[in-house]
Nanobody, 121 residues
Framework: QVQLVESGGGLVQPGGSLTLSCAAS????????MGWYRQAPGKQRELVVD???????NYADSVKGRSSISRDNAKNTVTLQMNSLKPEDTAVYYC???????????????WGQGTQVTVSS
């Protein structure tokens, strides 16, 4: 069994900052990509940023320059720091991981339960 557990999120004023953290646990053999997606009401889920095991990050244009992702491969954790938050950043944020379990032979995608981020004054 694999779990991705997110923490952080909440209500933030426009221009504020927020940190989201995610920890993957369970019978994990290897993790390829970890990242964050978000889904606003009435919209499709979209990539915010992901990061490879080697540390290469891929940011969505909408958050580039005001977000930073980091990863601890030893702890299977990923952290997203978001600055200069805007109302349009309001969404449910999901942690994701492309990983192989200790009993699996191929990689698959796993998701956290999501955490609400609301940017409002």
């Amino acid at each position: 069994q694999v779990q991705l557990v997110e923490s952080g999120g909440g209500l933030v004023q426009p221009g504020g900052s927020l940190t989201l953290s995610c920890a993957a646990s369970g019978r994990i053999s290897s993790i390829n990509v970890m990242g964050w997606y978000r889904q606003a009401p009435g919209k499709q889920r979209e990539l915010v940023v992901d990061i490879s095991s080697g540390g290469r990050a891929n940011y969505a244009d909408s958050v580039k320059g005001r977000s930073s992702i980091s990863r601890d491969n030893a702890k299977n954790t990923v952290t997203l720091q978001m600055n200069s938050l805007k109302p349009e950043d309001t969404a449910v944020y999901y942690c994701s991981a492309n990983l192989r379990t200790s009993v699996g032979v191929s990689f698959g995608w796993y998701w956290g339960q999501g955490t609400q981020v609301t940017v409002s004054s």
